[in-house]
């Protein structure tokens, strides 16, 4: 059995000192890969509950067309969503066309000229600067006359109390939390500190919105940011919580009134959640969640395995390889262009679909530097799907996620190695 494995990754162009060296760092990994499944059974069964208790029937999965009134749906799945998140209500839909529409939504719906926002966890995500109008942009909050302030974390990481303190005043409507360190070089957010935040802030101001972006999160924990306290939680559909299968959307749970402030955003004011078709995307939307648990599972054991492979390779990673995990993205410090191009290289080569095509660095509208980037997705631009890029600037780090199952994780990561080891920029 094992030499037919080893034929068929020799085959797939892994040498087999590659693979010997990724096989002992799996063999390593196990009580924390066992541990990953722990949470995933709990996540699966979550869900699993969540559906049963909604009444979750193949009638929920016809298509509707025109308003879409009384689709029920889509209807249905929001209560289910709201289940999993143990929130009052949830707003899930198609139209919400990805995670930074799901944010500006909930922001837009839920602030009236003269509020302020206010990020306690330093600068928010690189597309959430144009919607808050933090970089000047065309129809921003701060064009609607919505301040915005921020406190930066401690050096340490930690939350800065004081200075937190002192940011609240009485036009503070709104706390914006990011959960992911996204593309930055903080560390992410446990759900439990998040929590603690969030105590805090609500001490000082208790009817303050607590918002969460909570993209790359969903179900790498077993509890979700509207446990601890959060009033609104907002994802995309085609990271974790779509599981792979959501060709489009996005996600706003929590309170009741806040999830139908931004419904009254999304469509129309009066007319909020009773309106939008779902033309027959909803079951997949169904089944993507039922999958996620174990998406999600793939995709942390996929970050785990890269950040040890490369740690022990001698760069330099984020998280490092012994960290606990809240998202699911990985950052490698390749320290040379040539290393991020060949690491990307060797993500392409792994995929699916697209896997004959070589990236190349360009020139990105939005960017500094040219940026690399490398996907061969089923949806496009999914980065639950196993993804990398990087701009090509120091210090030449490269940012990955995503892998719809374990096993294609494993092989993008040693696809990668390869294709460092073919440019002789590592040697065994
Ligand atoms: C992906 C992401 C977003 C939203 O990005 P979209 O590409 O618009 O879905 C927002 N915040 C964080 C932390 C993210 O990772």
Same mark, same amino acid.
């Given at each position: 059995m094992n030499t037919h494995l080893n034929d068929l990754y020799k085959e797939l162009s892994i040498n087999e000192t590659i693979l010997d060296f990724g096989n002992t760092i799996e063999q390593s990994l196990k009580s924390r890969f066992d541990d990953i499944d722990q949470v995933a059974e709990y996540n699966q069964l979550k869900v699993l509950k969540a559906m049963q208790d909604n009444r979750v029937s193949d009638i929920h999965f016809a298509a509707t067309t025109g308003y879409g009134y009384n689709d029920l749906g889509r209807d249905t799945l929001e209560s289910v969503?709201?289940?999993v998140f143990h929130a009052e209500s949830a707003l899930v839909r198609p139209q919400l066309i990805s995670g930074t529409h799901a944010l500006s939504t909930a922001l837009s719906g839920n602030l009236r000229p003269g509020d302020e926002i206010l990020s306690p966890v330093g600068k928010p995500y690189d597309t959430l600067e144009g919607v808050i109008g933090i970089r000047e942009?065309?129809?921003?909050?701060?064009?609607?006359?919505?301040?915005?302030?921020?406190v930066e974390l401690l050096p340490d990481g930690s939350f800065d109390f004081d200075g937190i303190k002192n940011a609240i005043h009485e036009?503070?409507?709104?706390?914006?939390?990011?959960?992911?360190?996204?593309?930055?070089?903080?560390?992410?957010?446990?759900?439990?500190?998040?929590? !603690?935040?969030? &105590?805090?802030?609500?001490?000082?101001?208790?009817?303050?919105?607590? +918002?969460?972006?909570?993209?790359y999160g969903e179900f790498v924990e077993t509890i979700e940011p509207t446990d601890v306290g959060a009033d609104l939680c907002v994802g995309s559909l085609i990271k974790n919580p779509g599981g792979g299968l959501a060709p489009i959307g996005g996600y706003i749970v929590g309170k009741e009134e806040y999830v139908e402030n931004a419904a009254f955003r999304l469509t129309a004011p009066g007319l909020g959640k009773e309106v939008g078709a779902t033309l027959g995307i909803t079951g997949m939307l169904y089944q993507g969640l039922f999958m996620a648990p174990q998406v999600v599972s793939g995709a942390l054991k996929g970050a785990i395995f890269a950040a040890n492979i490369y740690e022990k390779l001698g760069f330099s990673v984020v998280p490092n390889g012994s960290e606990s995990r809240h998202d699911i993205i990985q950052a490698v410090t390749l320290g040379t262009p040539e290393g991020v191009i060949a690491f990307c290289k060797g993500i392409q080569a792994a995929a699916p679909v697209d896997s004959y095509v070589v990236p190349e660095p360009w020139a990105m509208p939005g960017y500094h530097s040219d940026v690399i980037m490398a996907a061969g997705a089923f949806v496009q631009g999914a980065s639950i799907e196993l993804s990398a890029d990087a701009p090509i600037a120091?210090?030449?780090?490269?940012?990955?996620?995503?892998? *719809?199952?374990?096993?294609?994780? &494993?092989?993008?990561? *040693? +696809?990668?190695?390869? &294709? *460092?080891? !073919? !440019? &002789?920029?590592?040697?065994?």
């Amino acid at each position: 059995m094992n030499t037919h494995l080893n034929d068929l990754y020799k085959e797939l162009s892994i040498n087999e000192t590659i693979l010997d060296f990724g096989n002992t760092i799996e063999q390593s990994l196990k009580s924390r890969f066992d541990d990953i499944d722990q949470v995933a059974e709990y996540n699966q069964l979550k869900v699993l509950k969540a559906m049963q208790d909604n009444r979750v029937s193949d009638i929920h999965f016809a298509a509707t067309t025109g308003y879409g009134y009384n689709d029920l749906g889509r209807d249905t799945l929001e209560s289910v969503y709201a289940s999993v998140f143990h929130a009052e209500s949830a707003l899930v839909r198609p139209q919400l066309i990805s995670g930074t529409h799901a944010l500006s939504t909930a922001l837009s719906g839920n602030l009236r000229p003269g509020d302020e926002i206010l990020s306690p966890v330093g600068k928010p995500y690189d597309t959430l600067e144009g919607v808050i109008g933090i970089r000047e942009t065309k129809g921003s909050l701060a064009e609607y006359g919505i301040t915005y302030s921020q406190v930066e974390l401690l050096p340490d990481g930690s939350f800065d109390f004081d200075g937190i303190k002192n940011a609240i005043h009485e036009r503070t409507k709104l706390i914006t939390i990011q959960r992911s360190k996204g593309y930055a070089t903080r560390p992410t957010l446990s759900v439990t500190q998040i929590g !603690e935040l969030i &105590k805090f802030i609500k001490g000082i101001k208790p009817d303050v919105i607590c +918002m969460v972006d909570n993209c790359y999160g969903e179900f790498v924990e077993t509890i979700e940011p509207t446990d601890v306290g959060a009033d609104l939680c907002v994802g995309s559909l085609i990271k974790n919580p779509g599981g792979g299968l959501a060709p489009i959307g996005g996600y706003i749970v929590g309170k009741e009134e806040y999830v139908e402030n931004a419904a009254f955003r999304l469509t129309a004011p009066g007319l909020g959640k009773e309106v939008g078709a779902t033309l027959g995307i909803t079951g997949m939307l169904y089944q993507g969640l039922f999958m996620a648990p174990q998406v999600v599972s793939g995709a942390l054991k996929g970050a785990i395995f890269a950040a040890n492979i490369y740690e022990k390779l001698g760069f330099s990673v984020v998280p490092n390889g012994s960290e606990s995990r809240h998202d699911i993205i990985q950052a490698v410090t390749l320290g040379t262009p040539e290393g991020v191009i060949a690491f990307c290289k060797g993500i392409q080569a792994a995929a699916p679909v697209d896997s004959y095509v070589v990236p190349e660095p360009w020139a990105m509208p939005g960017y500094h530097s040219d940026v690399i980037m490398a996907a061969g997705a089923f949806v496009q631009g999914a980065s639950i799907e196993l993804s990398a890029d990087a701009p090509i600037a120091p210090p030449y780090a490269v940012y990955f996620q995503g892998g *719809l199952t374990w096993y294609h994780a &494993k092989f993008g990561i *040693l +696809m990668s190695v390869q &294709k *460092l080891f !073919e !440019e &002789k920029l590592i040697h065994f």
